[in-house]
């Protein structure tokens, strides 16, 4: 009984805590990279690197978001790393490697859609949208993990809106003109 009233380590509650968190760290990894395996091998990065860091996780803060920071981190060094091997940009999106768990076809094809404008958006907003529609955090919460001011996620998210609102826009006055 006194084993059970004992506190848990910071690394003990992050080894508890990490498979309840893998799947939506995994889905901003996809949302990041663009590609299944990317995700994979950046949402595993970020397991190893929580688990390695563990004891600098403060009890009583929110994991989630902490491992958000660590992948979001990670993701920003892999970018550096390859700008400077490579002088490249952001990588090119595969559209058939974009998960879609729906059944109608129809929606399927929407759903598609919707995924992609938002995985064609520049890296920032995307991060930002991704955060606060997909994962429901609040503006507050967004700009702690990803290190912005406040402003900076409201503007983002403003600029999002703006650009895909054009693209369906535009979209939409192609397909009436037919």
Not at 41 to 47: E, F, R, S, T, Y
Not at 54 to 74: C, E, P, V, Y
Not at 117 to 135: H, K, M
């Amino acid at each position: 009984m006194l084993r059970s009233l004992r506190r848990q380590s910071p690394t003990e509650v992050v080894e508890a805590q990490l498979p309840e968190v893998f799947p939506r760290i995994w889905r901003y990894a996809f949302s990041l990279t663009g590609s299944r395996d990317g995700a994979d091998d950046l949402a595993q990065a970020a397991c190893l690197r929580a688990i390695e860091k563990a004891s600098q996780f403060k009890q009583g803060s929110h994991l989630d978001r902490w491992m958000f920071r660590i992948t979001h981190n990670l993701w920003i060094s892999e970018k550096r790393k390859e700008r400077v091997r490579k002088g490249g940009g952001l990588p090119v999106i595969d559209v058939s490697e974009i998960p879609d768990p729906a059944q109608n076809p129809e929606r399927a094809y929407d759903r598609k859609e919707v995924l992609k404008s938002v995985l064609d958006l520049p890296e920032a907003q995307r991060a930002t949208v991704f955060l606060v529609y997909v994962e429901g955090y609040s503006y507050k919460a967004a700009a702690e993990i990803l290190n912005i001011p406040l402003a900076t996620v409201m503007s983002r998210l403003a600029t999002a809106r703006a650009n895909l609102g054009r693209k369906f826009r535009d979209h939409e006055g192609l397909s009436n003109a037919r």
